[in-house]
């Protein structure tokens, strides 16, 4: 419990965190001000128009900036002290090394959990409301039937977190754990879209992006990624993406010198 407070007090005494924080919710406004502008697009438009418009999902479009700022969040709660020098003080209180990564992986997994539905069921909220019964009714759905997939994509902010603070910890670089973040999130995918089958269809449904759909068994016809793993797998994917860098993270850690 008392490396617990220490981590807490470290991510709540710093801007950055607030920085990130804010920048995530701010997906919610980004949501509702492309629903807005998609809703003037379609009301202006032709009826032959309206017919054939459609809208993607816009919670999943916004997925990405709580994704990439909780794991920028994750990078920097490691990466800043190794930077400072500060990592000494913390393992020469916690000589064991280990609860030091484990209690920053609770703060910021419990943040990440915190801010995934917030960002993730505001934007569905809002885009429901704006939207309505245009583009074909995408919006008019039960939300039941929606509630799962929603679910497993709020989960993924709180993944993108873990991943980061574990290749904080792994490369011990600010620059070169962002990197990975961004290219899990907009390169990685791009490059694997564009492979020939059956590796497109393969390696797209190990994807952060694919899991959420794969684990909810949700309609990926439609989806840029494969649909190949049942639920069950899917799931042990998602977890294995938070806890390997983690377990490497750990490893390196106690190997090392600070």
């Known amino acids: 419990m008392s490396v617990?407070?220490?981590e807490w007090l470290k991510v709540r005494t710093v801007r950055?965190?607030?920085?990130?924080?804010?920048?995530?919710?701010?997906?919610?406004?980004?949501?509702?001000?492309?629903?807005?502008?998609a809703v003037g697009t379609y009301d202006n438009a032709t009826p032959a128009q309206q017919a054939h418009a459609a809208i993607a999902?816009?919670?999943?479009?916004?997925?990405m900036v709580p994704q990439l700022?909780?794991?920028?969040?994750?990078?920097?709660?490691?990466?800043?002290?190794?930077?400072t020098g500060l990592i000494r003080t913390s393992l020469a209180i916690?000589?064991?090394?280990?609860?030091?990564?484990?209690?920053?992986?609770?703060?910021?997994?419990l943040l990440g959990l915190v801010?995934?539905?917030?960002?993730?069921?505001?934007?569905?909220?809002?885009?429901?409301?704006?939207?309505g019964d245009r583009f074909g009714g995408s919006y008019t759905i039960p939300f039941l039937d929606r509630l799962p997939t929603l679910i497993t994509s709020s989960l993924t902010v709180a993944v993108f977190a873990l991943l980061g603070l574990g290749l904080g910890a792994t490369l011990r670089s600010t620059a070169g754990a962002i990197t990975i973040l961004v290219g899990l999130v907009y390169v990685i995918?791009?490059?694997?879209?564009?492979?020939?089958?059956?590796?497109?269809?393969?390696?797209?449904?190990?994807?952060?992006?694919?899991?959420p759909r794969e684990i909810a068994s949700d309609d990926l016809t439609h989806s840029v990624y494969g649909s190949l793993l049942s639920p069950v797998a899917a799931a042990m994917v998602l977890i294995a993406y938070a806890v390997l860098p983690l377990?490497?993270?750990?490893?390196l850690m106690r190997r090392k010198d600070a």
């Open 4 to 6: 617990l407070a220490s």
């Open 16 to 37: 950055s965190s607030y920085l990130m924080l804010g920048l995530s919710l701010g997906g919610i406004l980004l949501g509702a001000a492309v629903a807005w502008a």
């Open 57 to 63: 999902d816009l919670e999943e479009v916004v997925l």
């Open 69 to 83: 700022c909780m794991g920028v969040l994750g990078v920097l709660t490691i990466t800043s002290e190794y930077t």
């Open 94 to 109: 916690v000589p064991r090394r280990w609860p030091v990564l484990a209690g920053k992986s609770v703060i910021v997994g």
């Open 115 to 131: 801010t995934g539905p917030m960002v993730v069921f505001g934007t569905y909220v809002a885009a429901r409301w704006m939207i």
């Open 189 to 211: 995918p791009i490059i694997v879209g564009n492979l020939p089958e059956p590796w497109s269809e393969r390696l797209g449904s190990v994807m952060i992006g694919a899991l």
């Open 247 to 251: 377990l490497v993270g750990t490893w």
